[in-house]
């Protein structure tokens, strides 16, 4: 049974990679369900993967994130390149269920072969993602799509996980912001590469794109004297409308800037890094994924529970407990 | 994973305005805890066909009031088989003749929900027909 799932796994990801675009989907849907198919397809595609631009997109609900990535994906069409489009939405944490509903915006781009969107539920994912989205982007990438925009679920102030994950991350703000004291909370603009003020054409947005201008780059001077301390990233910050696109190939234009696979490089450093996390995030959450497979399996299950039992009753305390079930793992497979 | 939520699509096709079902379908099927991708107002057959494929749904329903089913809905459906999607489930609901049931049906429409069909008659009958796929 593993032995069939993990061929068709390798199947789906060969076809994908030939262009098949059933078998990218399909693939999706198993990478989303975490299946034996998709763990073998992600070892075949995983090393082919890695020279996409993965730009993030985050803010508040309705700032206006769908359209302004399907405006993005037009701008990057009229110059030829593939694109490919995850977006996140929310599941509900009482029935599972969601909508998803990015595409509504998007969908102009629905018959073009050359573009991919994919909506995601976040099933119970906290911090604007889904579990499967890193694995999700690598396979795009391998698939051929060198740009890829990672829609996140409307954010609050400190949904930053996109931060880690994407290559560059874009805060989508609306005009109706508030005053200069929200742009130096802490949070999610500290975390943007890139801010794009959206709905321009309303009256007043321009004003906010001068308070968040004059507040995100006030500490510039300040981090130069600061040595090694920790600094949050300075953004940039440009008007845009997704609506009418006006502005958004300058956008596009200082995305592209920061592709990492970029001549000019700007913040490599900082993508090394980004990418360092990213793995060490993803290889943290599969070795945690596997433990738990591991304590629920039935030579450990008599032992696991016995463990959870005596926390719950708070007859033991769940470190010392953790480490009993630890070294018993190891003693009996090592 | 047997227990992970059943995909569906929603949209439109043609130029009828009136979404107001779609919706109350869409957030109905969502409380039945189903991922419900909406694709809203004015989509070409070529468009949901599409969006059906890169989503890879397990249902396609369509929402039409505009009397254009029997031109519109054996478009979808055929474009469905084209792409390698004849498994998938296609329903529709809204304005549609008793008499025209038959033509939908030989051309690939699995069921018509008229109006007054609850939300829950619409979720059982999904469980039960969307075919279980290879683990």
Known sequence: MNQAAAERGRRLAEDARAGGRRSLARLLTEIENRTRAAEAALRV???LAGSAHLVGVTGAPGAGKSTLV???VTAARAAGRPVAVLAIDPSSPITGGAILGDRVRMQQHASDPDVFIR???SRGHVGGLATSTVAAAAALDACGFPLLFIETVGTGQSEVEIASI???????QSPEMGDEVQAIKAGLLEVADIVAVNKGDRPGADLTASHLRAMLTVGAQHDRAAGDRPRPRRPEVLLVSGLTGTGVPELLAALDRRDPAAADGRGSDRTRRTRHDRAEAQLAGILAERLRDRLRDPSHRSETDAAVDAVATHAEDPYTAADRLLASLFSRDG | ???RPIKVLIAKPGLDGH???????ARGLRDEGFEVVYTGLRQTPDMIASAALQEDVDVVGLSILSGAHLTLLPRITR????QGMADVLVTAGGIIPDEDIPVLEAAGVSAVFGPGTSIGEVAAYLRTHVAPRET
């Open chain 1, 70 to 72: 399907a405006s993005l």
């Open chain 2, 19 to 25: 979404d107001r079902g779609a919706k109350v379908l």
């Open chain 2, 79 to 82: 474009l469905l088989r084209e």
């Open chain 1, 119 to 121: 909506s995601m539920a």
């Open chain 1, 166 to 172: 994407a290559d560059t991350t874009l805060v989508v």
């Open chain 1, 45 to 47: 595609l995983y090393p």
């Open chain 2, 1 to 3: 994973m047997s227990d």
